[in-house]
């Protein structure tokens, strides 16, 4: 258990949808990371969020969103879905000035 | 950014055999992470290499970087069926505060019995 957890753990949804993909960090952990994983694609950074507020953005499509709240729990915003959004999204963290990322179970979005 | 292209894409290794993944930059790499994700899990972290030249080993997992710092490899030594997975190198990049992985494709290791 890497100590950080996501929900849901899978989600199927019609294009055209809205979904929410939440993520908790572990314990003390600032900086939250956003990654798609799709099988042509690879693991793909999409976004960072460090005490609250955005630090990087990756390959992160304008019909996504996330932010991270007071409580340093993040969320993720996927609009107007697309067949080919149907991918596995993890979320990692780490702490302040540390090297390794710890990921979550993932989020396993289907788009029907 | 920077890319690492990582091969080979598959390997199949009876047990016990070898196995070799090689990760390559066209850029000198700061440092270089590797993850191990099981199938139908999520990517773990094994180590970081960072200086020139570096060989660090865990158990039968042998990491080297090399010295122009542009390159990666993973040995693994007589494998067993645990080592299953895909193994994927990955760049931290650092720089106005960006601090996002860059993973290679990932190299799936299937262990034949």
């Known amino acids: 258990d890497s100590g950080v957890t996501q929900t849901p753990k899978h989600l199927i949804t019609a294009t055209g949808q809205r979904v929410t993909l939440r993520c908790s960090p572990r314990s003390g952990d600032l900086s939250v990371y956003w990654y798609q994983q799709s099988l042509d694609q690879g693991l793909q950074f999409l976004i960072q969020y460090y005490n609250g507020e955005e630090r990087a953005k990756g390959n992160i499509l304008e019909r996504f969103s996330a932010q991270q709240f007071p409580d340093l729990h993040s969320e993720l915003n996927l609009s107007s879905l697309e067949l080919g959004d149907s991918a596995l999204y993890f979320c990692?963290?780490?702490?302040?000035?540390?090297?390794?990322?710890?990921f979550g179970q993932g989020t396993r979005l289907t788009v029907v | 950014g920077q890319q690492v292209m990582q091969i080979p894409q598959y390997q199949h290794v009876q047990e016990g055999e070898d196995f070799t993944t090689y990760c390559n930059s066209s850029?000198?790499?700061?440092?270089i992470q590797w993850y191990k994700q099981r199938p139908g899990g999520h990517p773990v972290f094994l180590i970081q290499l960072v200086k020139s030249g570096e060989v660090k080993k865990q158990k039968r997992l042998t990491f080297q970087f090399g010295e122009a710092k542009k390159n990666s490899s993973l040995h693994i030594t007589a494998t067993q069926t645990t080592d299953v997975g895909t193994y994927f190198c990955?760049?931290?990049?650092?720089?106005?505060?960006?601090?996002?992985?860059?993973f290679g494709k990932g190299t799936h290791l299937i262990i034949q019995p």
């Open positions: 990955a760049v931290m990049y650092s720089g106005g505060g960006a601090d996002g992985l860059t």
């Open positions: 850029t000198t790499l700061s440092n």
């Open positions: 990692a963290s780490s702490e302040a000035g540390g090297t390794e990322a710890f």
